[in-house]
Every structure is written in C-alpha cells, then in structure tokens.
C-alpha cells in the first residue's frame, strides 16, 4: 500500500527563517503529488502539484517544492516565512494508476512567531 | 460558485445515536470523497464515489456508509455513532479531466461522540 511520510510533527519558527518541509513516499511507479495548507480552522486549500515536467513546482504565496524521483521525494519549502504561514502542512500522494484517491501523510504543523 | 460545501459544521452525539452528513458540491465533479482527520494521522479515506449511483470503501470504511443518489451529493452516515468515531469529517471532490484532478475540500465537520 501506499504511505507518505513527512518527517516533522511540528516546526517551530522565527518570521523570515526559511522553511522546507520533508515528504517522502514508497510508491515506486508514476506519481502525482501535492502539498495542501489548512490554515487554523479552515479547509484544506492546494498549496502546489506536481504532475509532469520541471521537478520544481512554484505555488503560492511564495512556496516552491522539489521532485526528486530517486529518493521518492517532494520536499516543500519558503525562504523567508511570515507569521501568516502558521498552520499545517500535508504532503499528498496520487498514484498514476491508483484513479484518484490521494494518500496523505500524517502533516506537519508550522508554527511562525512574531 | 459555493464550492464544496458540508452541513452540519458541528455536531455532538451520544453512544448508539446515528446521524448524516451531507456534502455538496457545485462544480459537476464526477469523484467525491469524505475523510476523517485525527490528530498526527492527516486525513484518512473513509469511502469514495466515482459517479452517481456508485460508492466504493476507502481505508477506514467500517462504521460508515455512504450513497450517491444525485451527482451533486455525497452522504456519509453513522448508524450507531462510537466514542472513537470522534474527529472531523472533511468532504472532497475533483475532476476527471486529464492533468486537473486536484481535489477541492469543504470546510469540515466536526464530531464529537459522547
């Protein structure tokens, strides 16, 4: 079966630290993936997907993530975070094959102090 | 557009009670999906429609059932509610169109059992 794993339950940040943010997944074929942001108290809204092409998917608000195929990896990243990008964070995970069911990782809960 | 939209936002039951939830959405998405959100364990697929008229299990499904009688409409229901079934219910849906099937989520409702 599918599993994603991201590496971090909660990070705790100062405003303009930078941030990456580890997923890695086990499925070996064809992948789509995704990060999705739940701000407190709110729906979860797509961050970034990756679906073919450059490894390196700019999303918004400033975010960028990185497929690297060889280590099974779409790690997130900021290089400058800003106390609105308190929340948390969920890898997701689609395999190509698999019609559309996500697996999601566990999440990671960022928090940015003033 | 509403989006996807789920009723009730909050809801507390007793030991044995049942009850249904209901998400809508308005985009003609063909797939939907509800998920349970614990906390460190992200979202979990509770069951999953890929049209009308059909439902099929996801990983946690026990407990739970679900119908699609219209496209727009996806119901979850506990029969006889259970402390453990305690969480927050997150409706999705998505697309089938070729390199779009980003799953949008409603805004969640939260259970708790008594």
């Known amino acids: 079966a599918q599993s994603v794993s991201q590496h971090n339950h909660h990070v705790i940040l100062s405003e303009a630290a930078s941030l990456e943010l580890g997923c890695n997944y086990s499925y070996g074929g064809t992948v789509n993936l995704f990060w999705y942001v739940q701000y407190p108290g709110q729906h979860l809204q797509l961050l970034l997907k990756y679906f073919s092409g450059d490894p390196l998917v700019k999303g918004i608000k400033g975010f960028e993530a990185e497929f690297i195929k060889s280590k099974f990896s779409f790690n997130l990243r900021k290089p400058s975070v800003q106390w609105s990008d308190t929340a948390e964070y969920f890898c997701a995970v689609k395999q190509y094959s698999n019609d559309y069911k996500l697996s999601f990782g566990a999440g990671t809960t960022v928090t940015v102090r003033a | 557009n509403a989006g996807v939209t789920q009723t009730p936002k909050f809801r507390v039951l007793k030991t044995g009670q049942s009850m249904t939830l209901l998400c809508a959405q308005d985009?003609?998405?063909?797939?939907m999906y509800w998920y349970r959100q614990d906390p460190g364990m992200g979202l979990r697929l509770i069951h999953y429609?890929?049209?009308?008229?059909?439902?099929a299990k996801g990983e946690v499904p026990d407990g739970y059932n679900v119908s699609r009688l219209k496209k727009q409409n996806f119901l979850l229901g506990l029969e006889s509610a259970a402390p453990s079934q305690t969480s927050v219910y997150f409706c999705a849906s998505n697309t089938i169109l070729v390199g779009n099937n980003e799953q949008f989520f409603g805004p969640g409702t939260r259970l708790t059992v008594l």
């Open positions: 985009m003609n998405h063909e797939y």
């Open positions: 429609s890929v049209g009308e008229g059909t439902t």
